[in-house]
C-alpha cells in the first residue's frame, strides 16, 4: 500500500484527488494541507484519518510532509507549487503534479532533479496527461501534437467586448470546473500557452511541433500524429478524475470506476483559436523561441491574475501587465539554472507586484 500526501486537497483538483483515492485500496492518505478552509480540511483529515497542516506553506513543513509519503499530489496553483514539486524529488518521490506552472517555466530543471534523485514526474493536467496517455499506448515516433483548448468562456468575442467583463464572467468556464486561477487563465488563454511549454517540457518537443485548435466540446484532450501518417486522439469525458486515476495507478492499467464517455449521437467541432484578441497566443507565436518567454509570461501573470481576482484591475489590464514585463524582459540574457530562473521569477513578480497598474475598480467577486 502506497502512502500519499496532498499538497492543496480542499481545491478542485485535491478533492478530486481523494475521490479517486476513495475507490481504491492501494493506497492511504497520511497528510493534506489547505490555505484557509480549515472546515473543509477538518472534514476529509477526519474522513481519511490522516494529518493535517492549514496555512501558508514553508519549507520546513514541505520538506517534513514530503518525507513521510511514498506519493505526493501537487495540487497548488501558481509558480510557488514549485518548491512542492521541487521537494518532492529531491526526495525521490513519486510527483502526481497539477501545478502546470512550474512544469512549464521549470519542467527541464524539475526532470533532471528527478532523474538524478530516483523521483518521477507524472502529469495531471488533462491535455499533458492525454498526450502521455498516447505516447505510452503508441510506440510509433511522434511528428507533431495539436493541443486541444475549450476557447474558454469568451470564445467568439473580440477585444472591444472584453473591456469590462466581470470576475464572474471570467471565472464561468463552459466546460470544467476548475479552481479561480486556472479558470481565469482559460479566459485569457494563459492557461494553453503554459500548457504549450508543459508539454514541450515533459515530453521533450519542440514547440514548433505542438499546434493548438479550438474544441468547444472539451472531449478531445489532445491529439498525437503520428509519423505513420495517424492521428491518435485521447477522448473521454470532461472530467479530471481520469487524469487522477490514470497517474496514479502508473503503470498498471486498473479499471476505471467511473462510466466512460460513450458517445451515441455528436459532432466533434474544431476550429481556429483568434490570435488577435487573445493575445498570449499573439506572443507564442512572437517570443515562443526565446527561453526568457515562458518565465516572463507566467510571472507577470500571477501577480496580473492576483490583481483581477481582488478587483484590483480589468480584464485586458492582465494583458498589459504582461506585454510591459514582456517588453523589459525579453531581451536579457537566457537563464541556465533553476536557482538563476527563480530569482528571475521573483524579480519579475516584484516589480509587477510594485507598479500600481490598472485603476481601483469595483467588480462582484466570486468564491
Ligand atoms: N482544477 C482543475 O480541473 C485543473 C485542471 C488542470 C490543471 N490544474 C492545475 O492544478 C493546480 C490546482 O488547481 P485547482 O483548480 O485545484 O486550484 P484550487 O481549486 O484553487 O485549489 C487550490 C488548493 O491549494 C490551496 N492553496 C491555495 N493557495 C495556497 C497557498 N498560498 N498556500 C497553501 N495552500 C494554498 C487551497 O487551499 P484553500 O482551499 O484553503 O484556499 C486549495 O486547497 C493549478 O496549478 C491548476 O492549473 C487544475
Not at 172 to 191: E, Q, R
Not at 273 to 283: E, G, I, M, S, V
Not at 322 to 334: F, G, Q, R
Request: glycine fraction near 6%; hydrophobic fraction near 40%; include cysteine.
Amino acid at each position: 500500500m502506497k502512502t500519499i500526501a496532498i499538497f492543496g486537497s480542499t481545491g478542485s483538483i485535491g478533492r478530486q484527488s481523494l475521490e479517486v483515492i476513495e475507490k481504491s485500496e492501494d493506497f492511504r492518505v497520511i497528510f493534506l494541507t489547505a490555505h484557509k478552509n480549515q472546515e473543509l480540511l477538518n472534514e476529509q483529515s477526519e474522513k481519511f484519518n490522516s494529518e493535517q497542516y492549514l496555512g501558508d506553506l514553508n519549507a520546513r513543513i514541505i520538506s517534513e510532509v514530503v518525507k513521510k509519503a511514498d506519493i505526493i499530489i501537487n495540487a497548488i496553483p501558481g509558480f510557488n507549487g514549485i518548491y512542492v514539486s521541487l521537494e518532492a524529488l529531491k526526495n525521490g518521490k513519486i510527483l502526481l503534479s497539477g501545478n502546470k506552472e512550474s512544469l512549464a517555466v521549470a519542467g527541464k530543471f524539475l526532470i533532471e532533479i528527478a532523474k538524478d534523485n530516483g523521483g518521477e514526474i507524472r502529469p495531471l493536467d488533462s491535455e499533458a496527461s492525454a498526450i502521455w496517455q498516447l505516447l505510452n499506448d503508441y510506440k510509433e515516433d511522434v511528428s507533431s501534437i495539436t493541443l486541444t483548448c475549450s476557447g474558454g468562456p469568451f470564445f467568439g468575442k473580440k477585444k472591444q467586448d472584453l473591456e469590462f467583463v466581470t470576475i464572474n464572467e471570467a471565472l464561468k468556464h463552459p466546460t470544467w470546473k476548475m479552481g479561480p486561477k486556472v479558470s481565469l487563465d482559460s479566459a485569457t488563454l494563459v492557461n494553453k500557452v503554459l500548457e504549450v511549454f508543459e508539454i514541450k517540457n515533459l515530453f521533450n518537443l519542440d514547440i514548433s511541433k505542438i499546434n493548438i485548435v479550438i474544441h468547444r466540446q472539451s472531449v478531445v484532450h489532445s491529439m498525437v500524429h503520428t509519423k505513420t501518417g495517424a492521428t491518435k486522439m485521447q477522448i473521454s469525458r470532461n472530467d479530471m478524475r481520469l487524469p487522477i486515476f490514470y497517474a496514479l495507478n502508473w503503470p498498471e492499467k486498473k479499471e476505471y470506476p467511473w462510466p466512460p464517455l460513450r458517445i451515441r449521437k455528436s459532432e466533434l467541432n474544431f476550429a481556429p483559436a483568434d490570435k488577435d484578441t487573445f493575445l498570449p497566443l499573439k506572443w507564442l507565436a512572437l517570443h515562443g523561441a526565446n527561453p526568457n518567454f515562458p518565465v516572463i509570461l507566467n510571472a507577470a501573470n500571477d501577480v496580473a491574475v492576483a490583481k483581477f481576482l481582488a478587483g484590483e484591475i480589468k480584464f485586458l489590464e492582465i494583458y498589459d501587465i504582461i506585454e510591459t514585463a514582456l517588453s523589459k524582459w525579453i531581451l536579457e540574457v537566457p537563464i541556465h539554472d533553476l536557482t538563476g530562473l527563480i530569482e528571475f521569477h521573483n524579480k519579475i513578480s516584484n516589480e509587477c507586484c510594485n507598479n500600481s497598474s490598472g485603476r481601483k475598480i469595483h467588480t462582484s467577486k466570486a468564491r
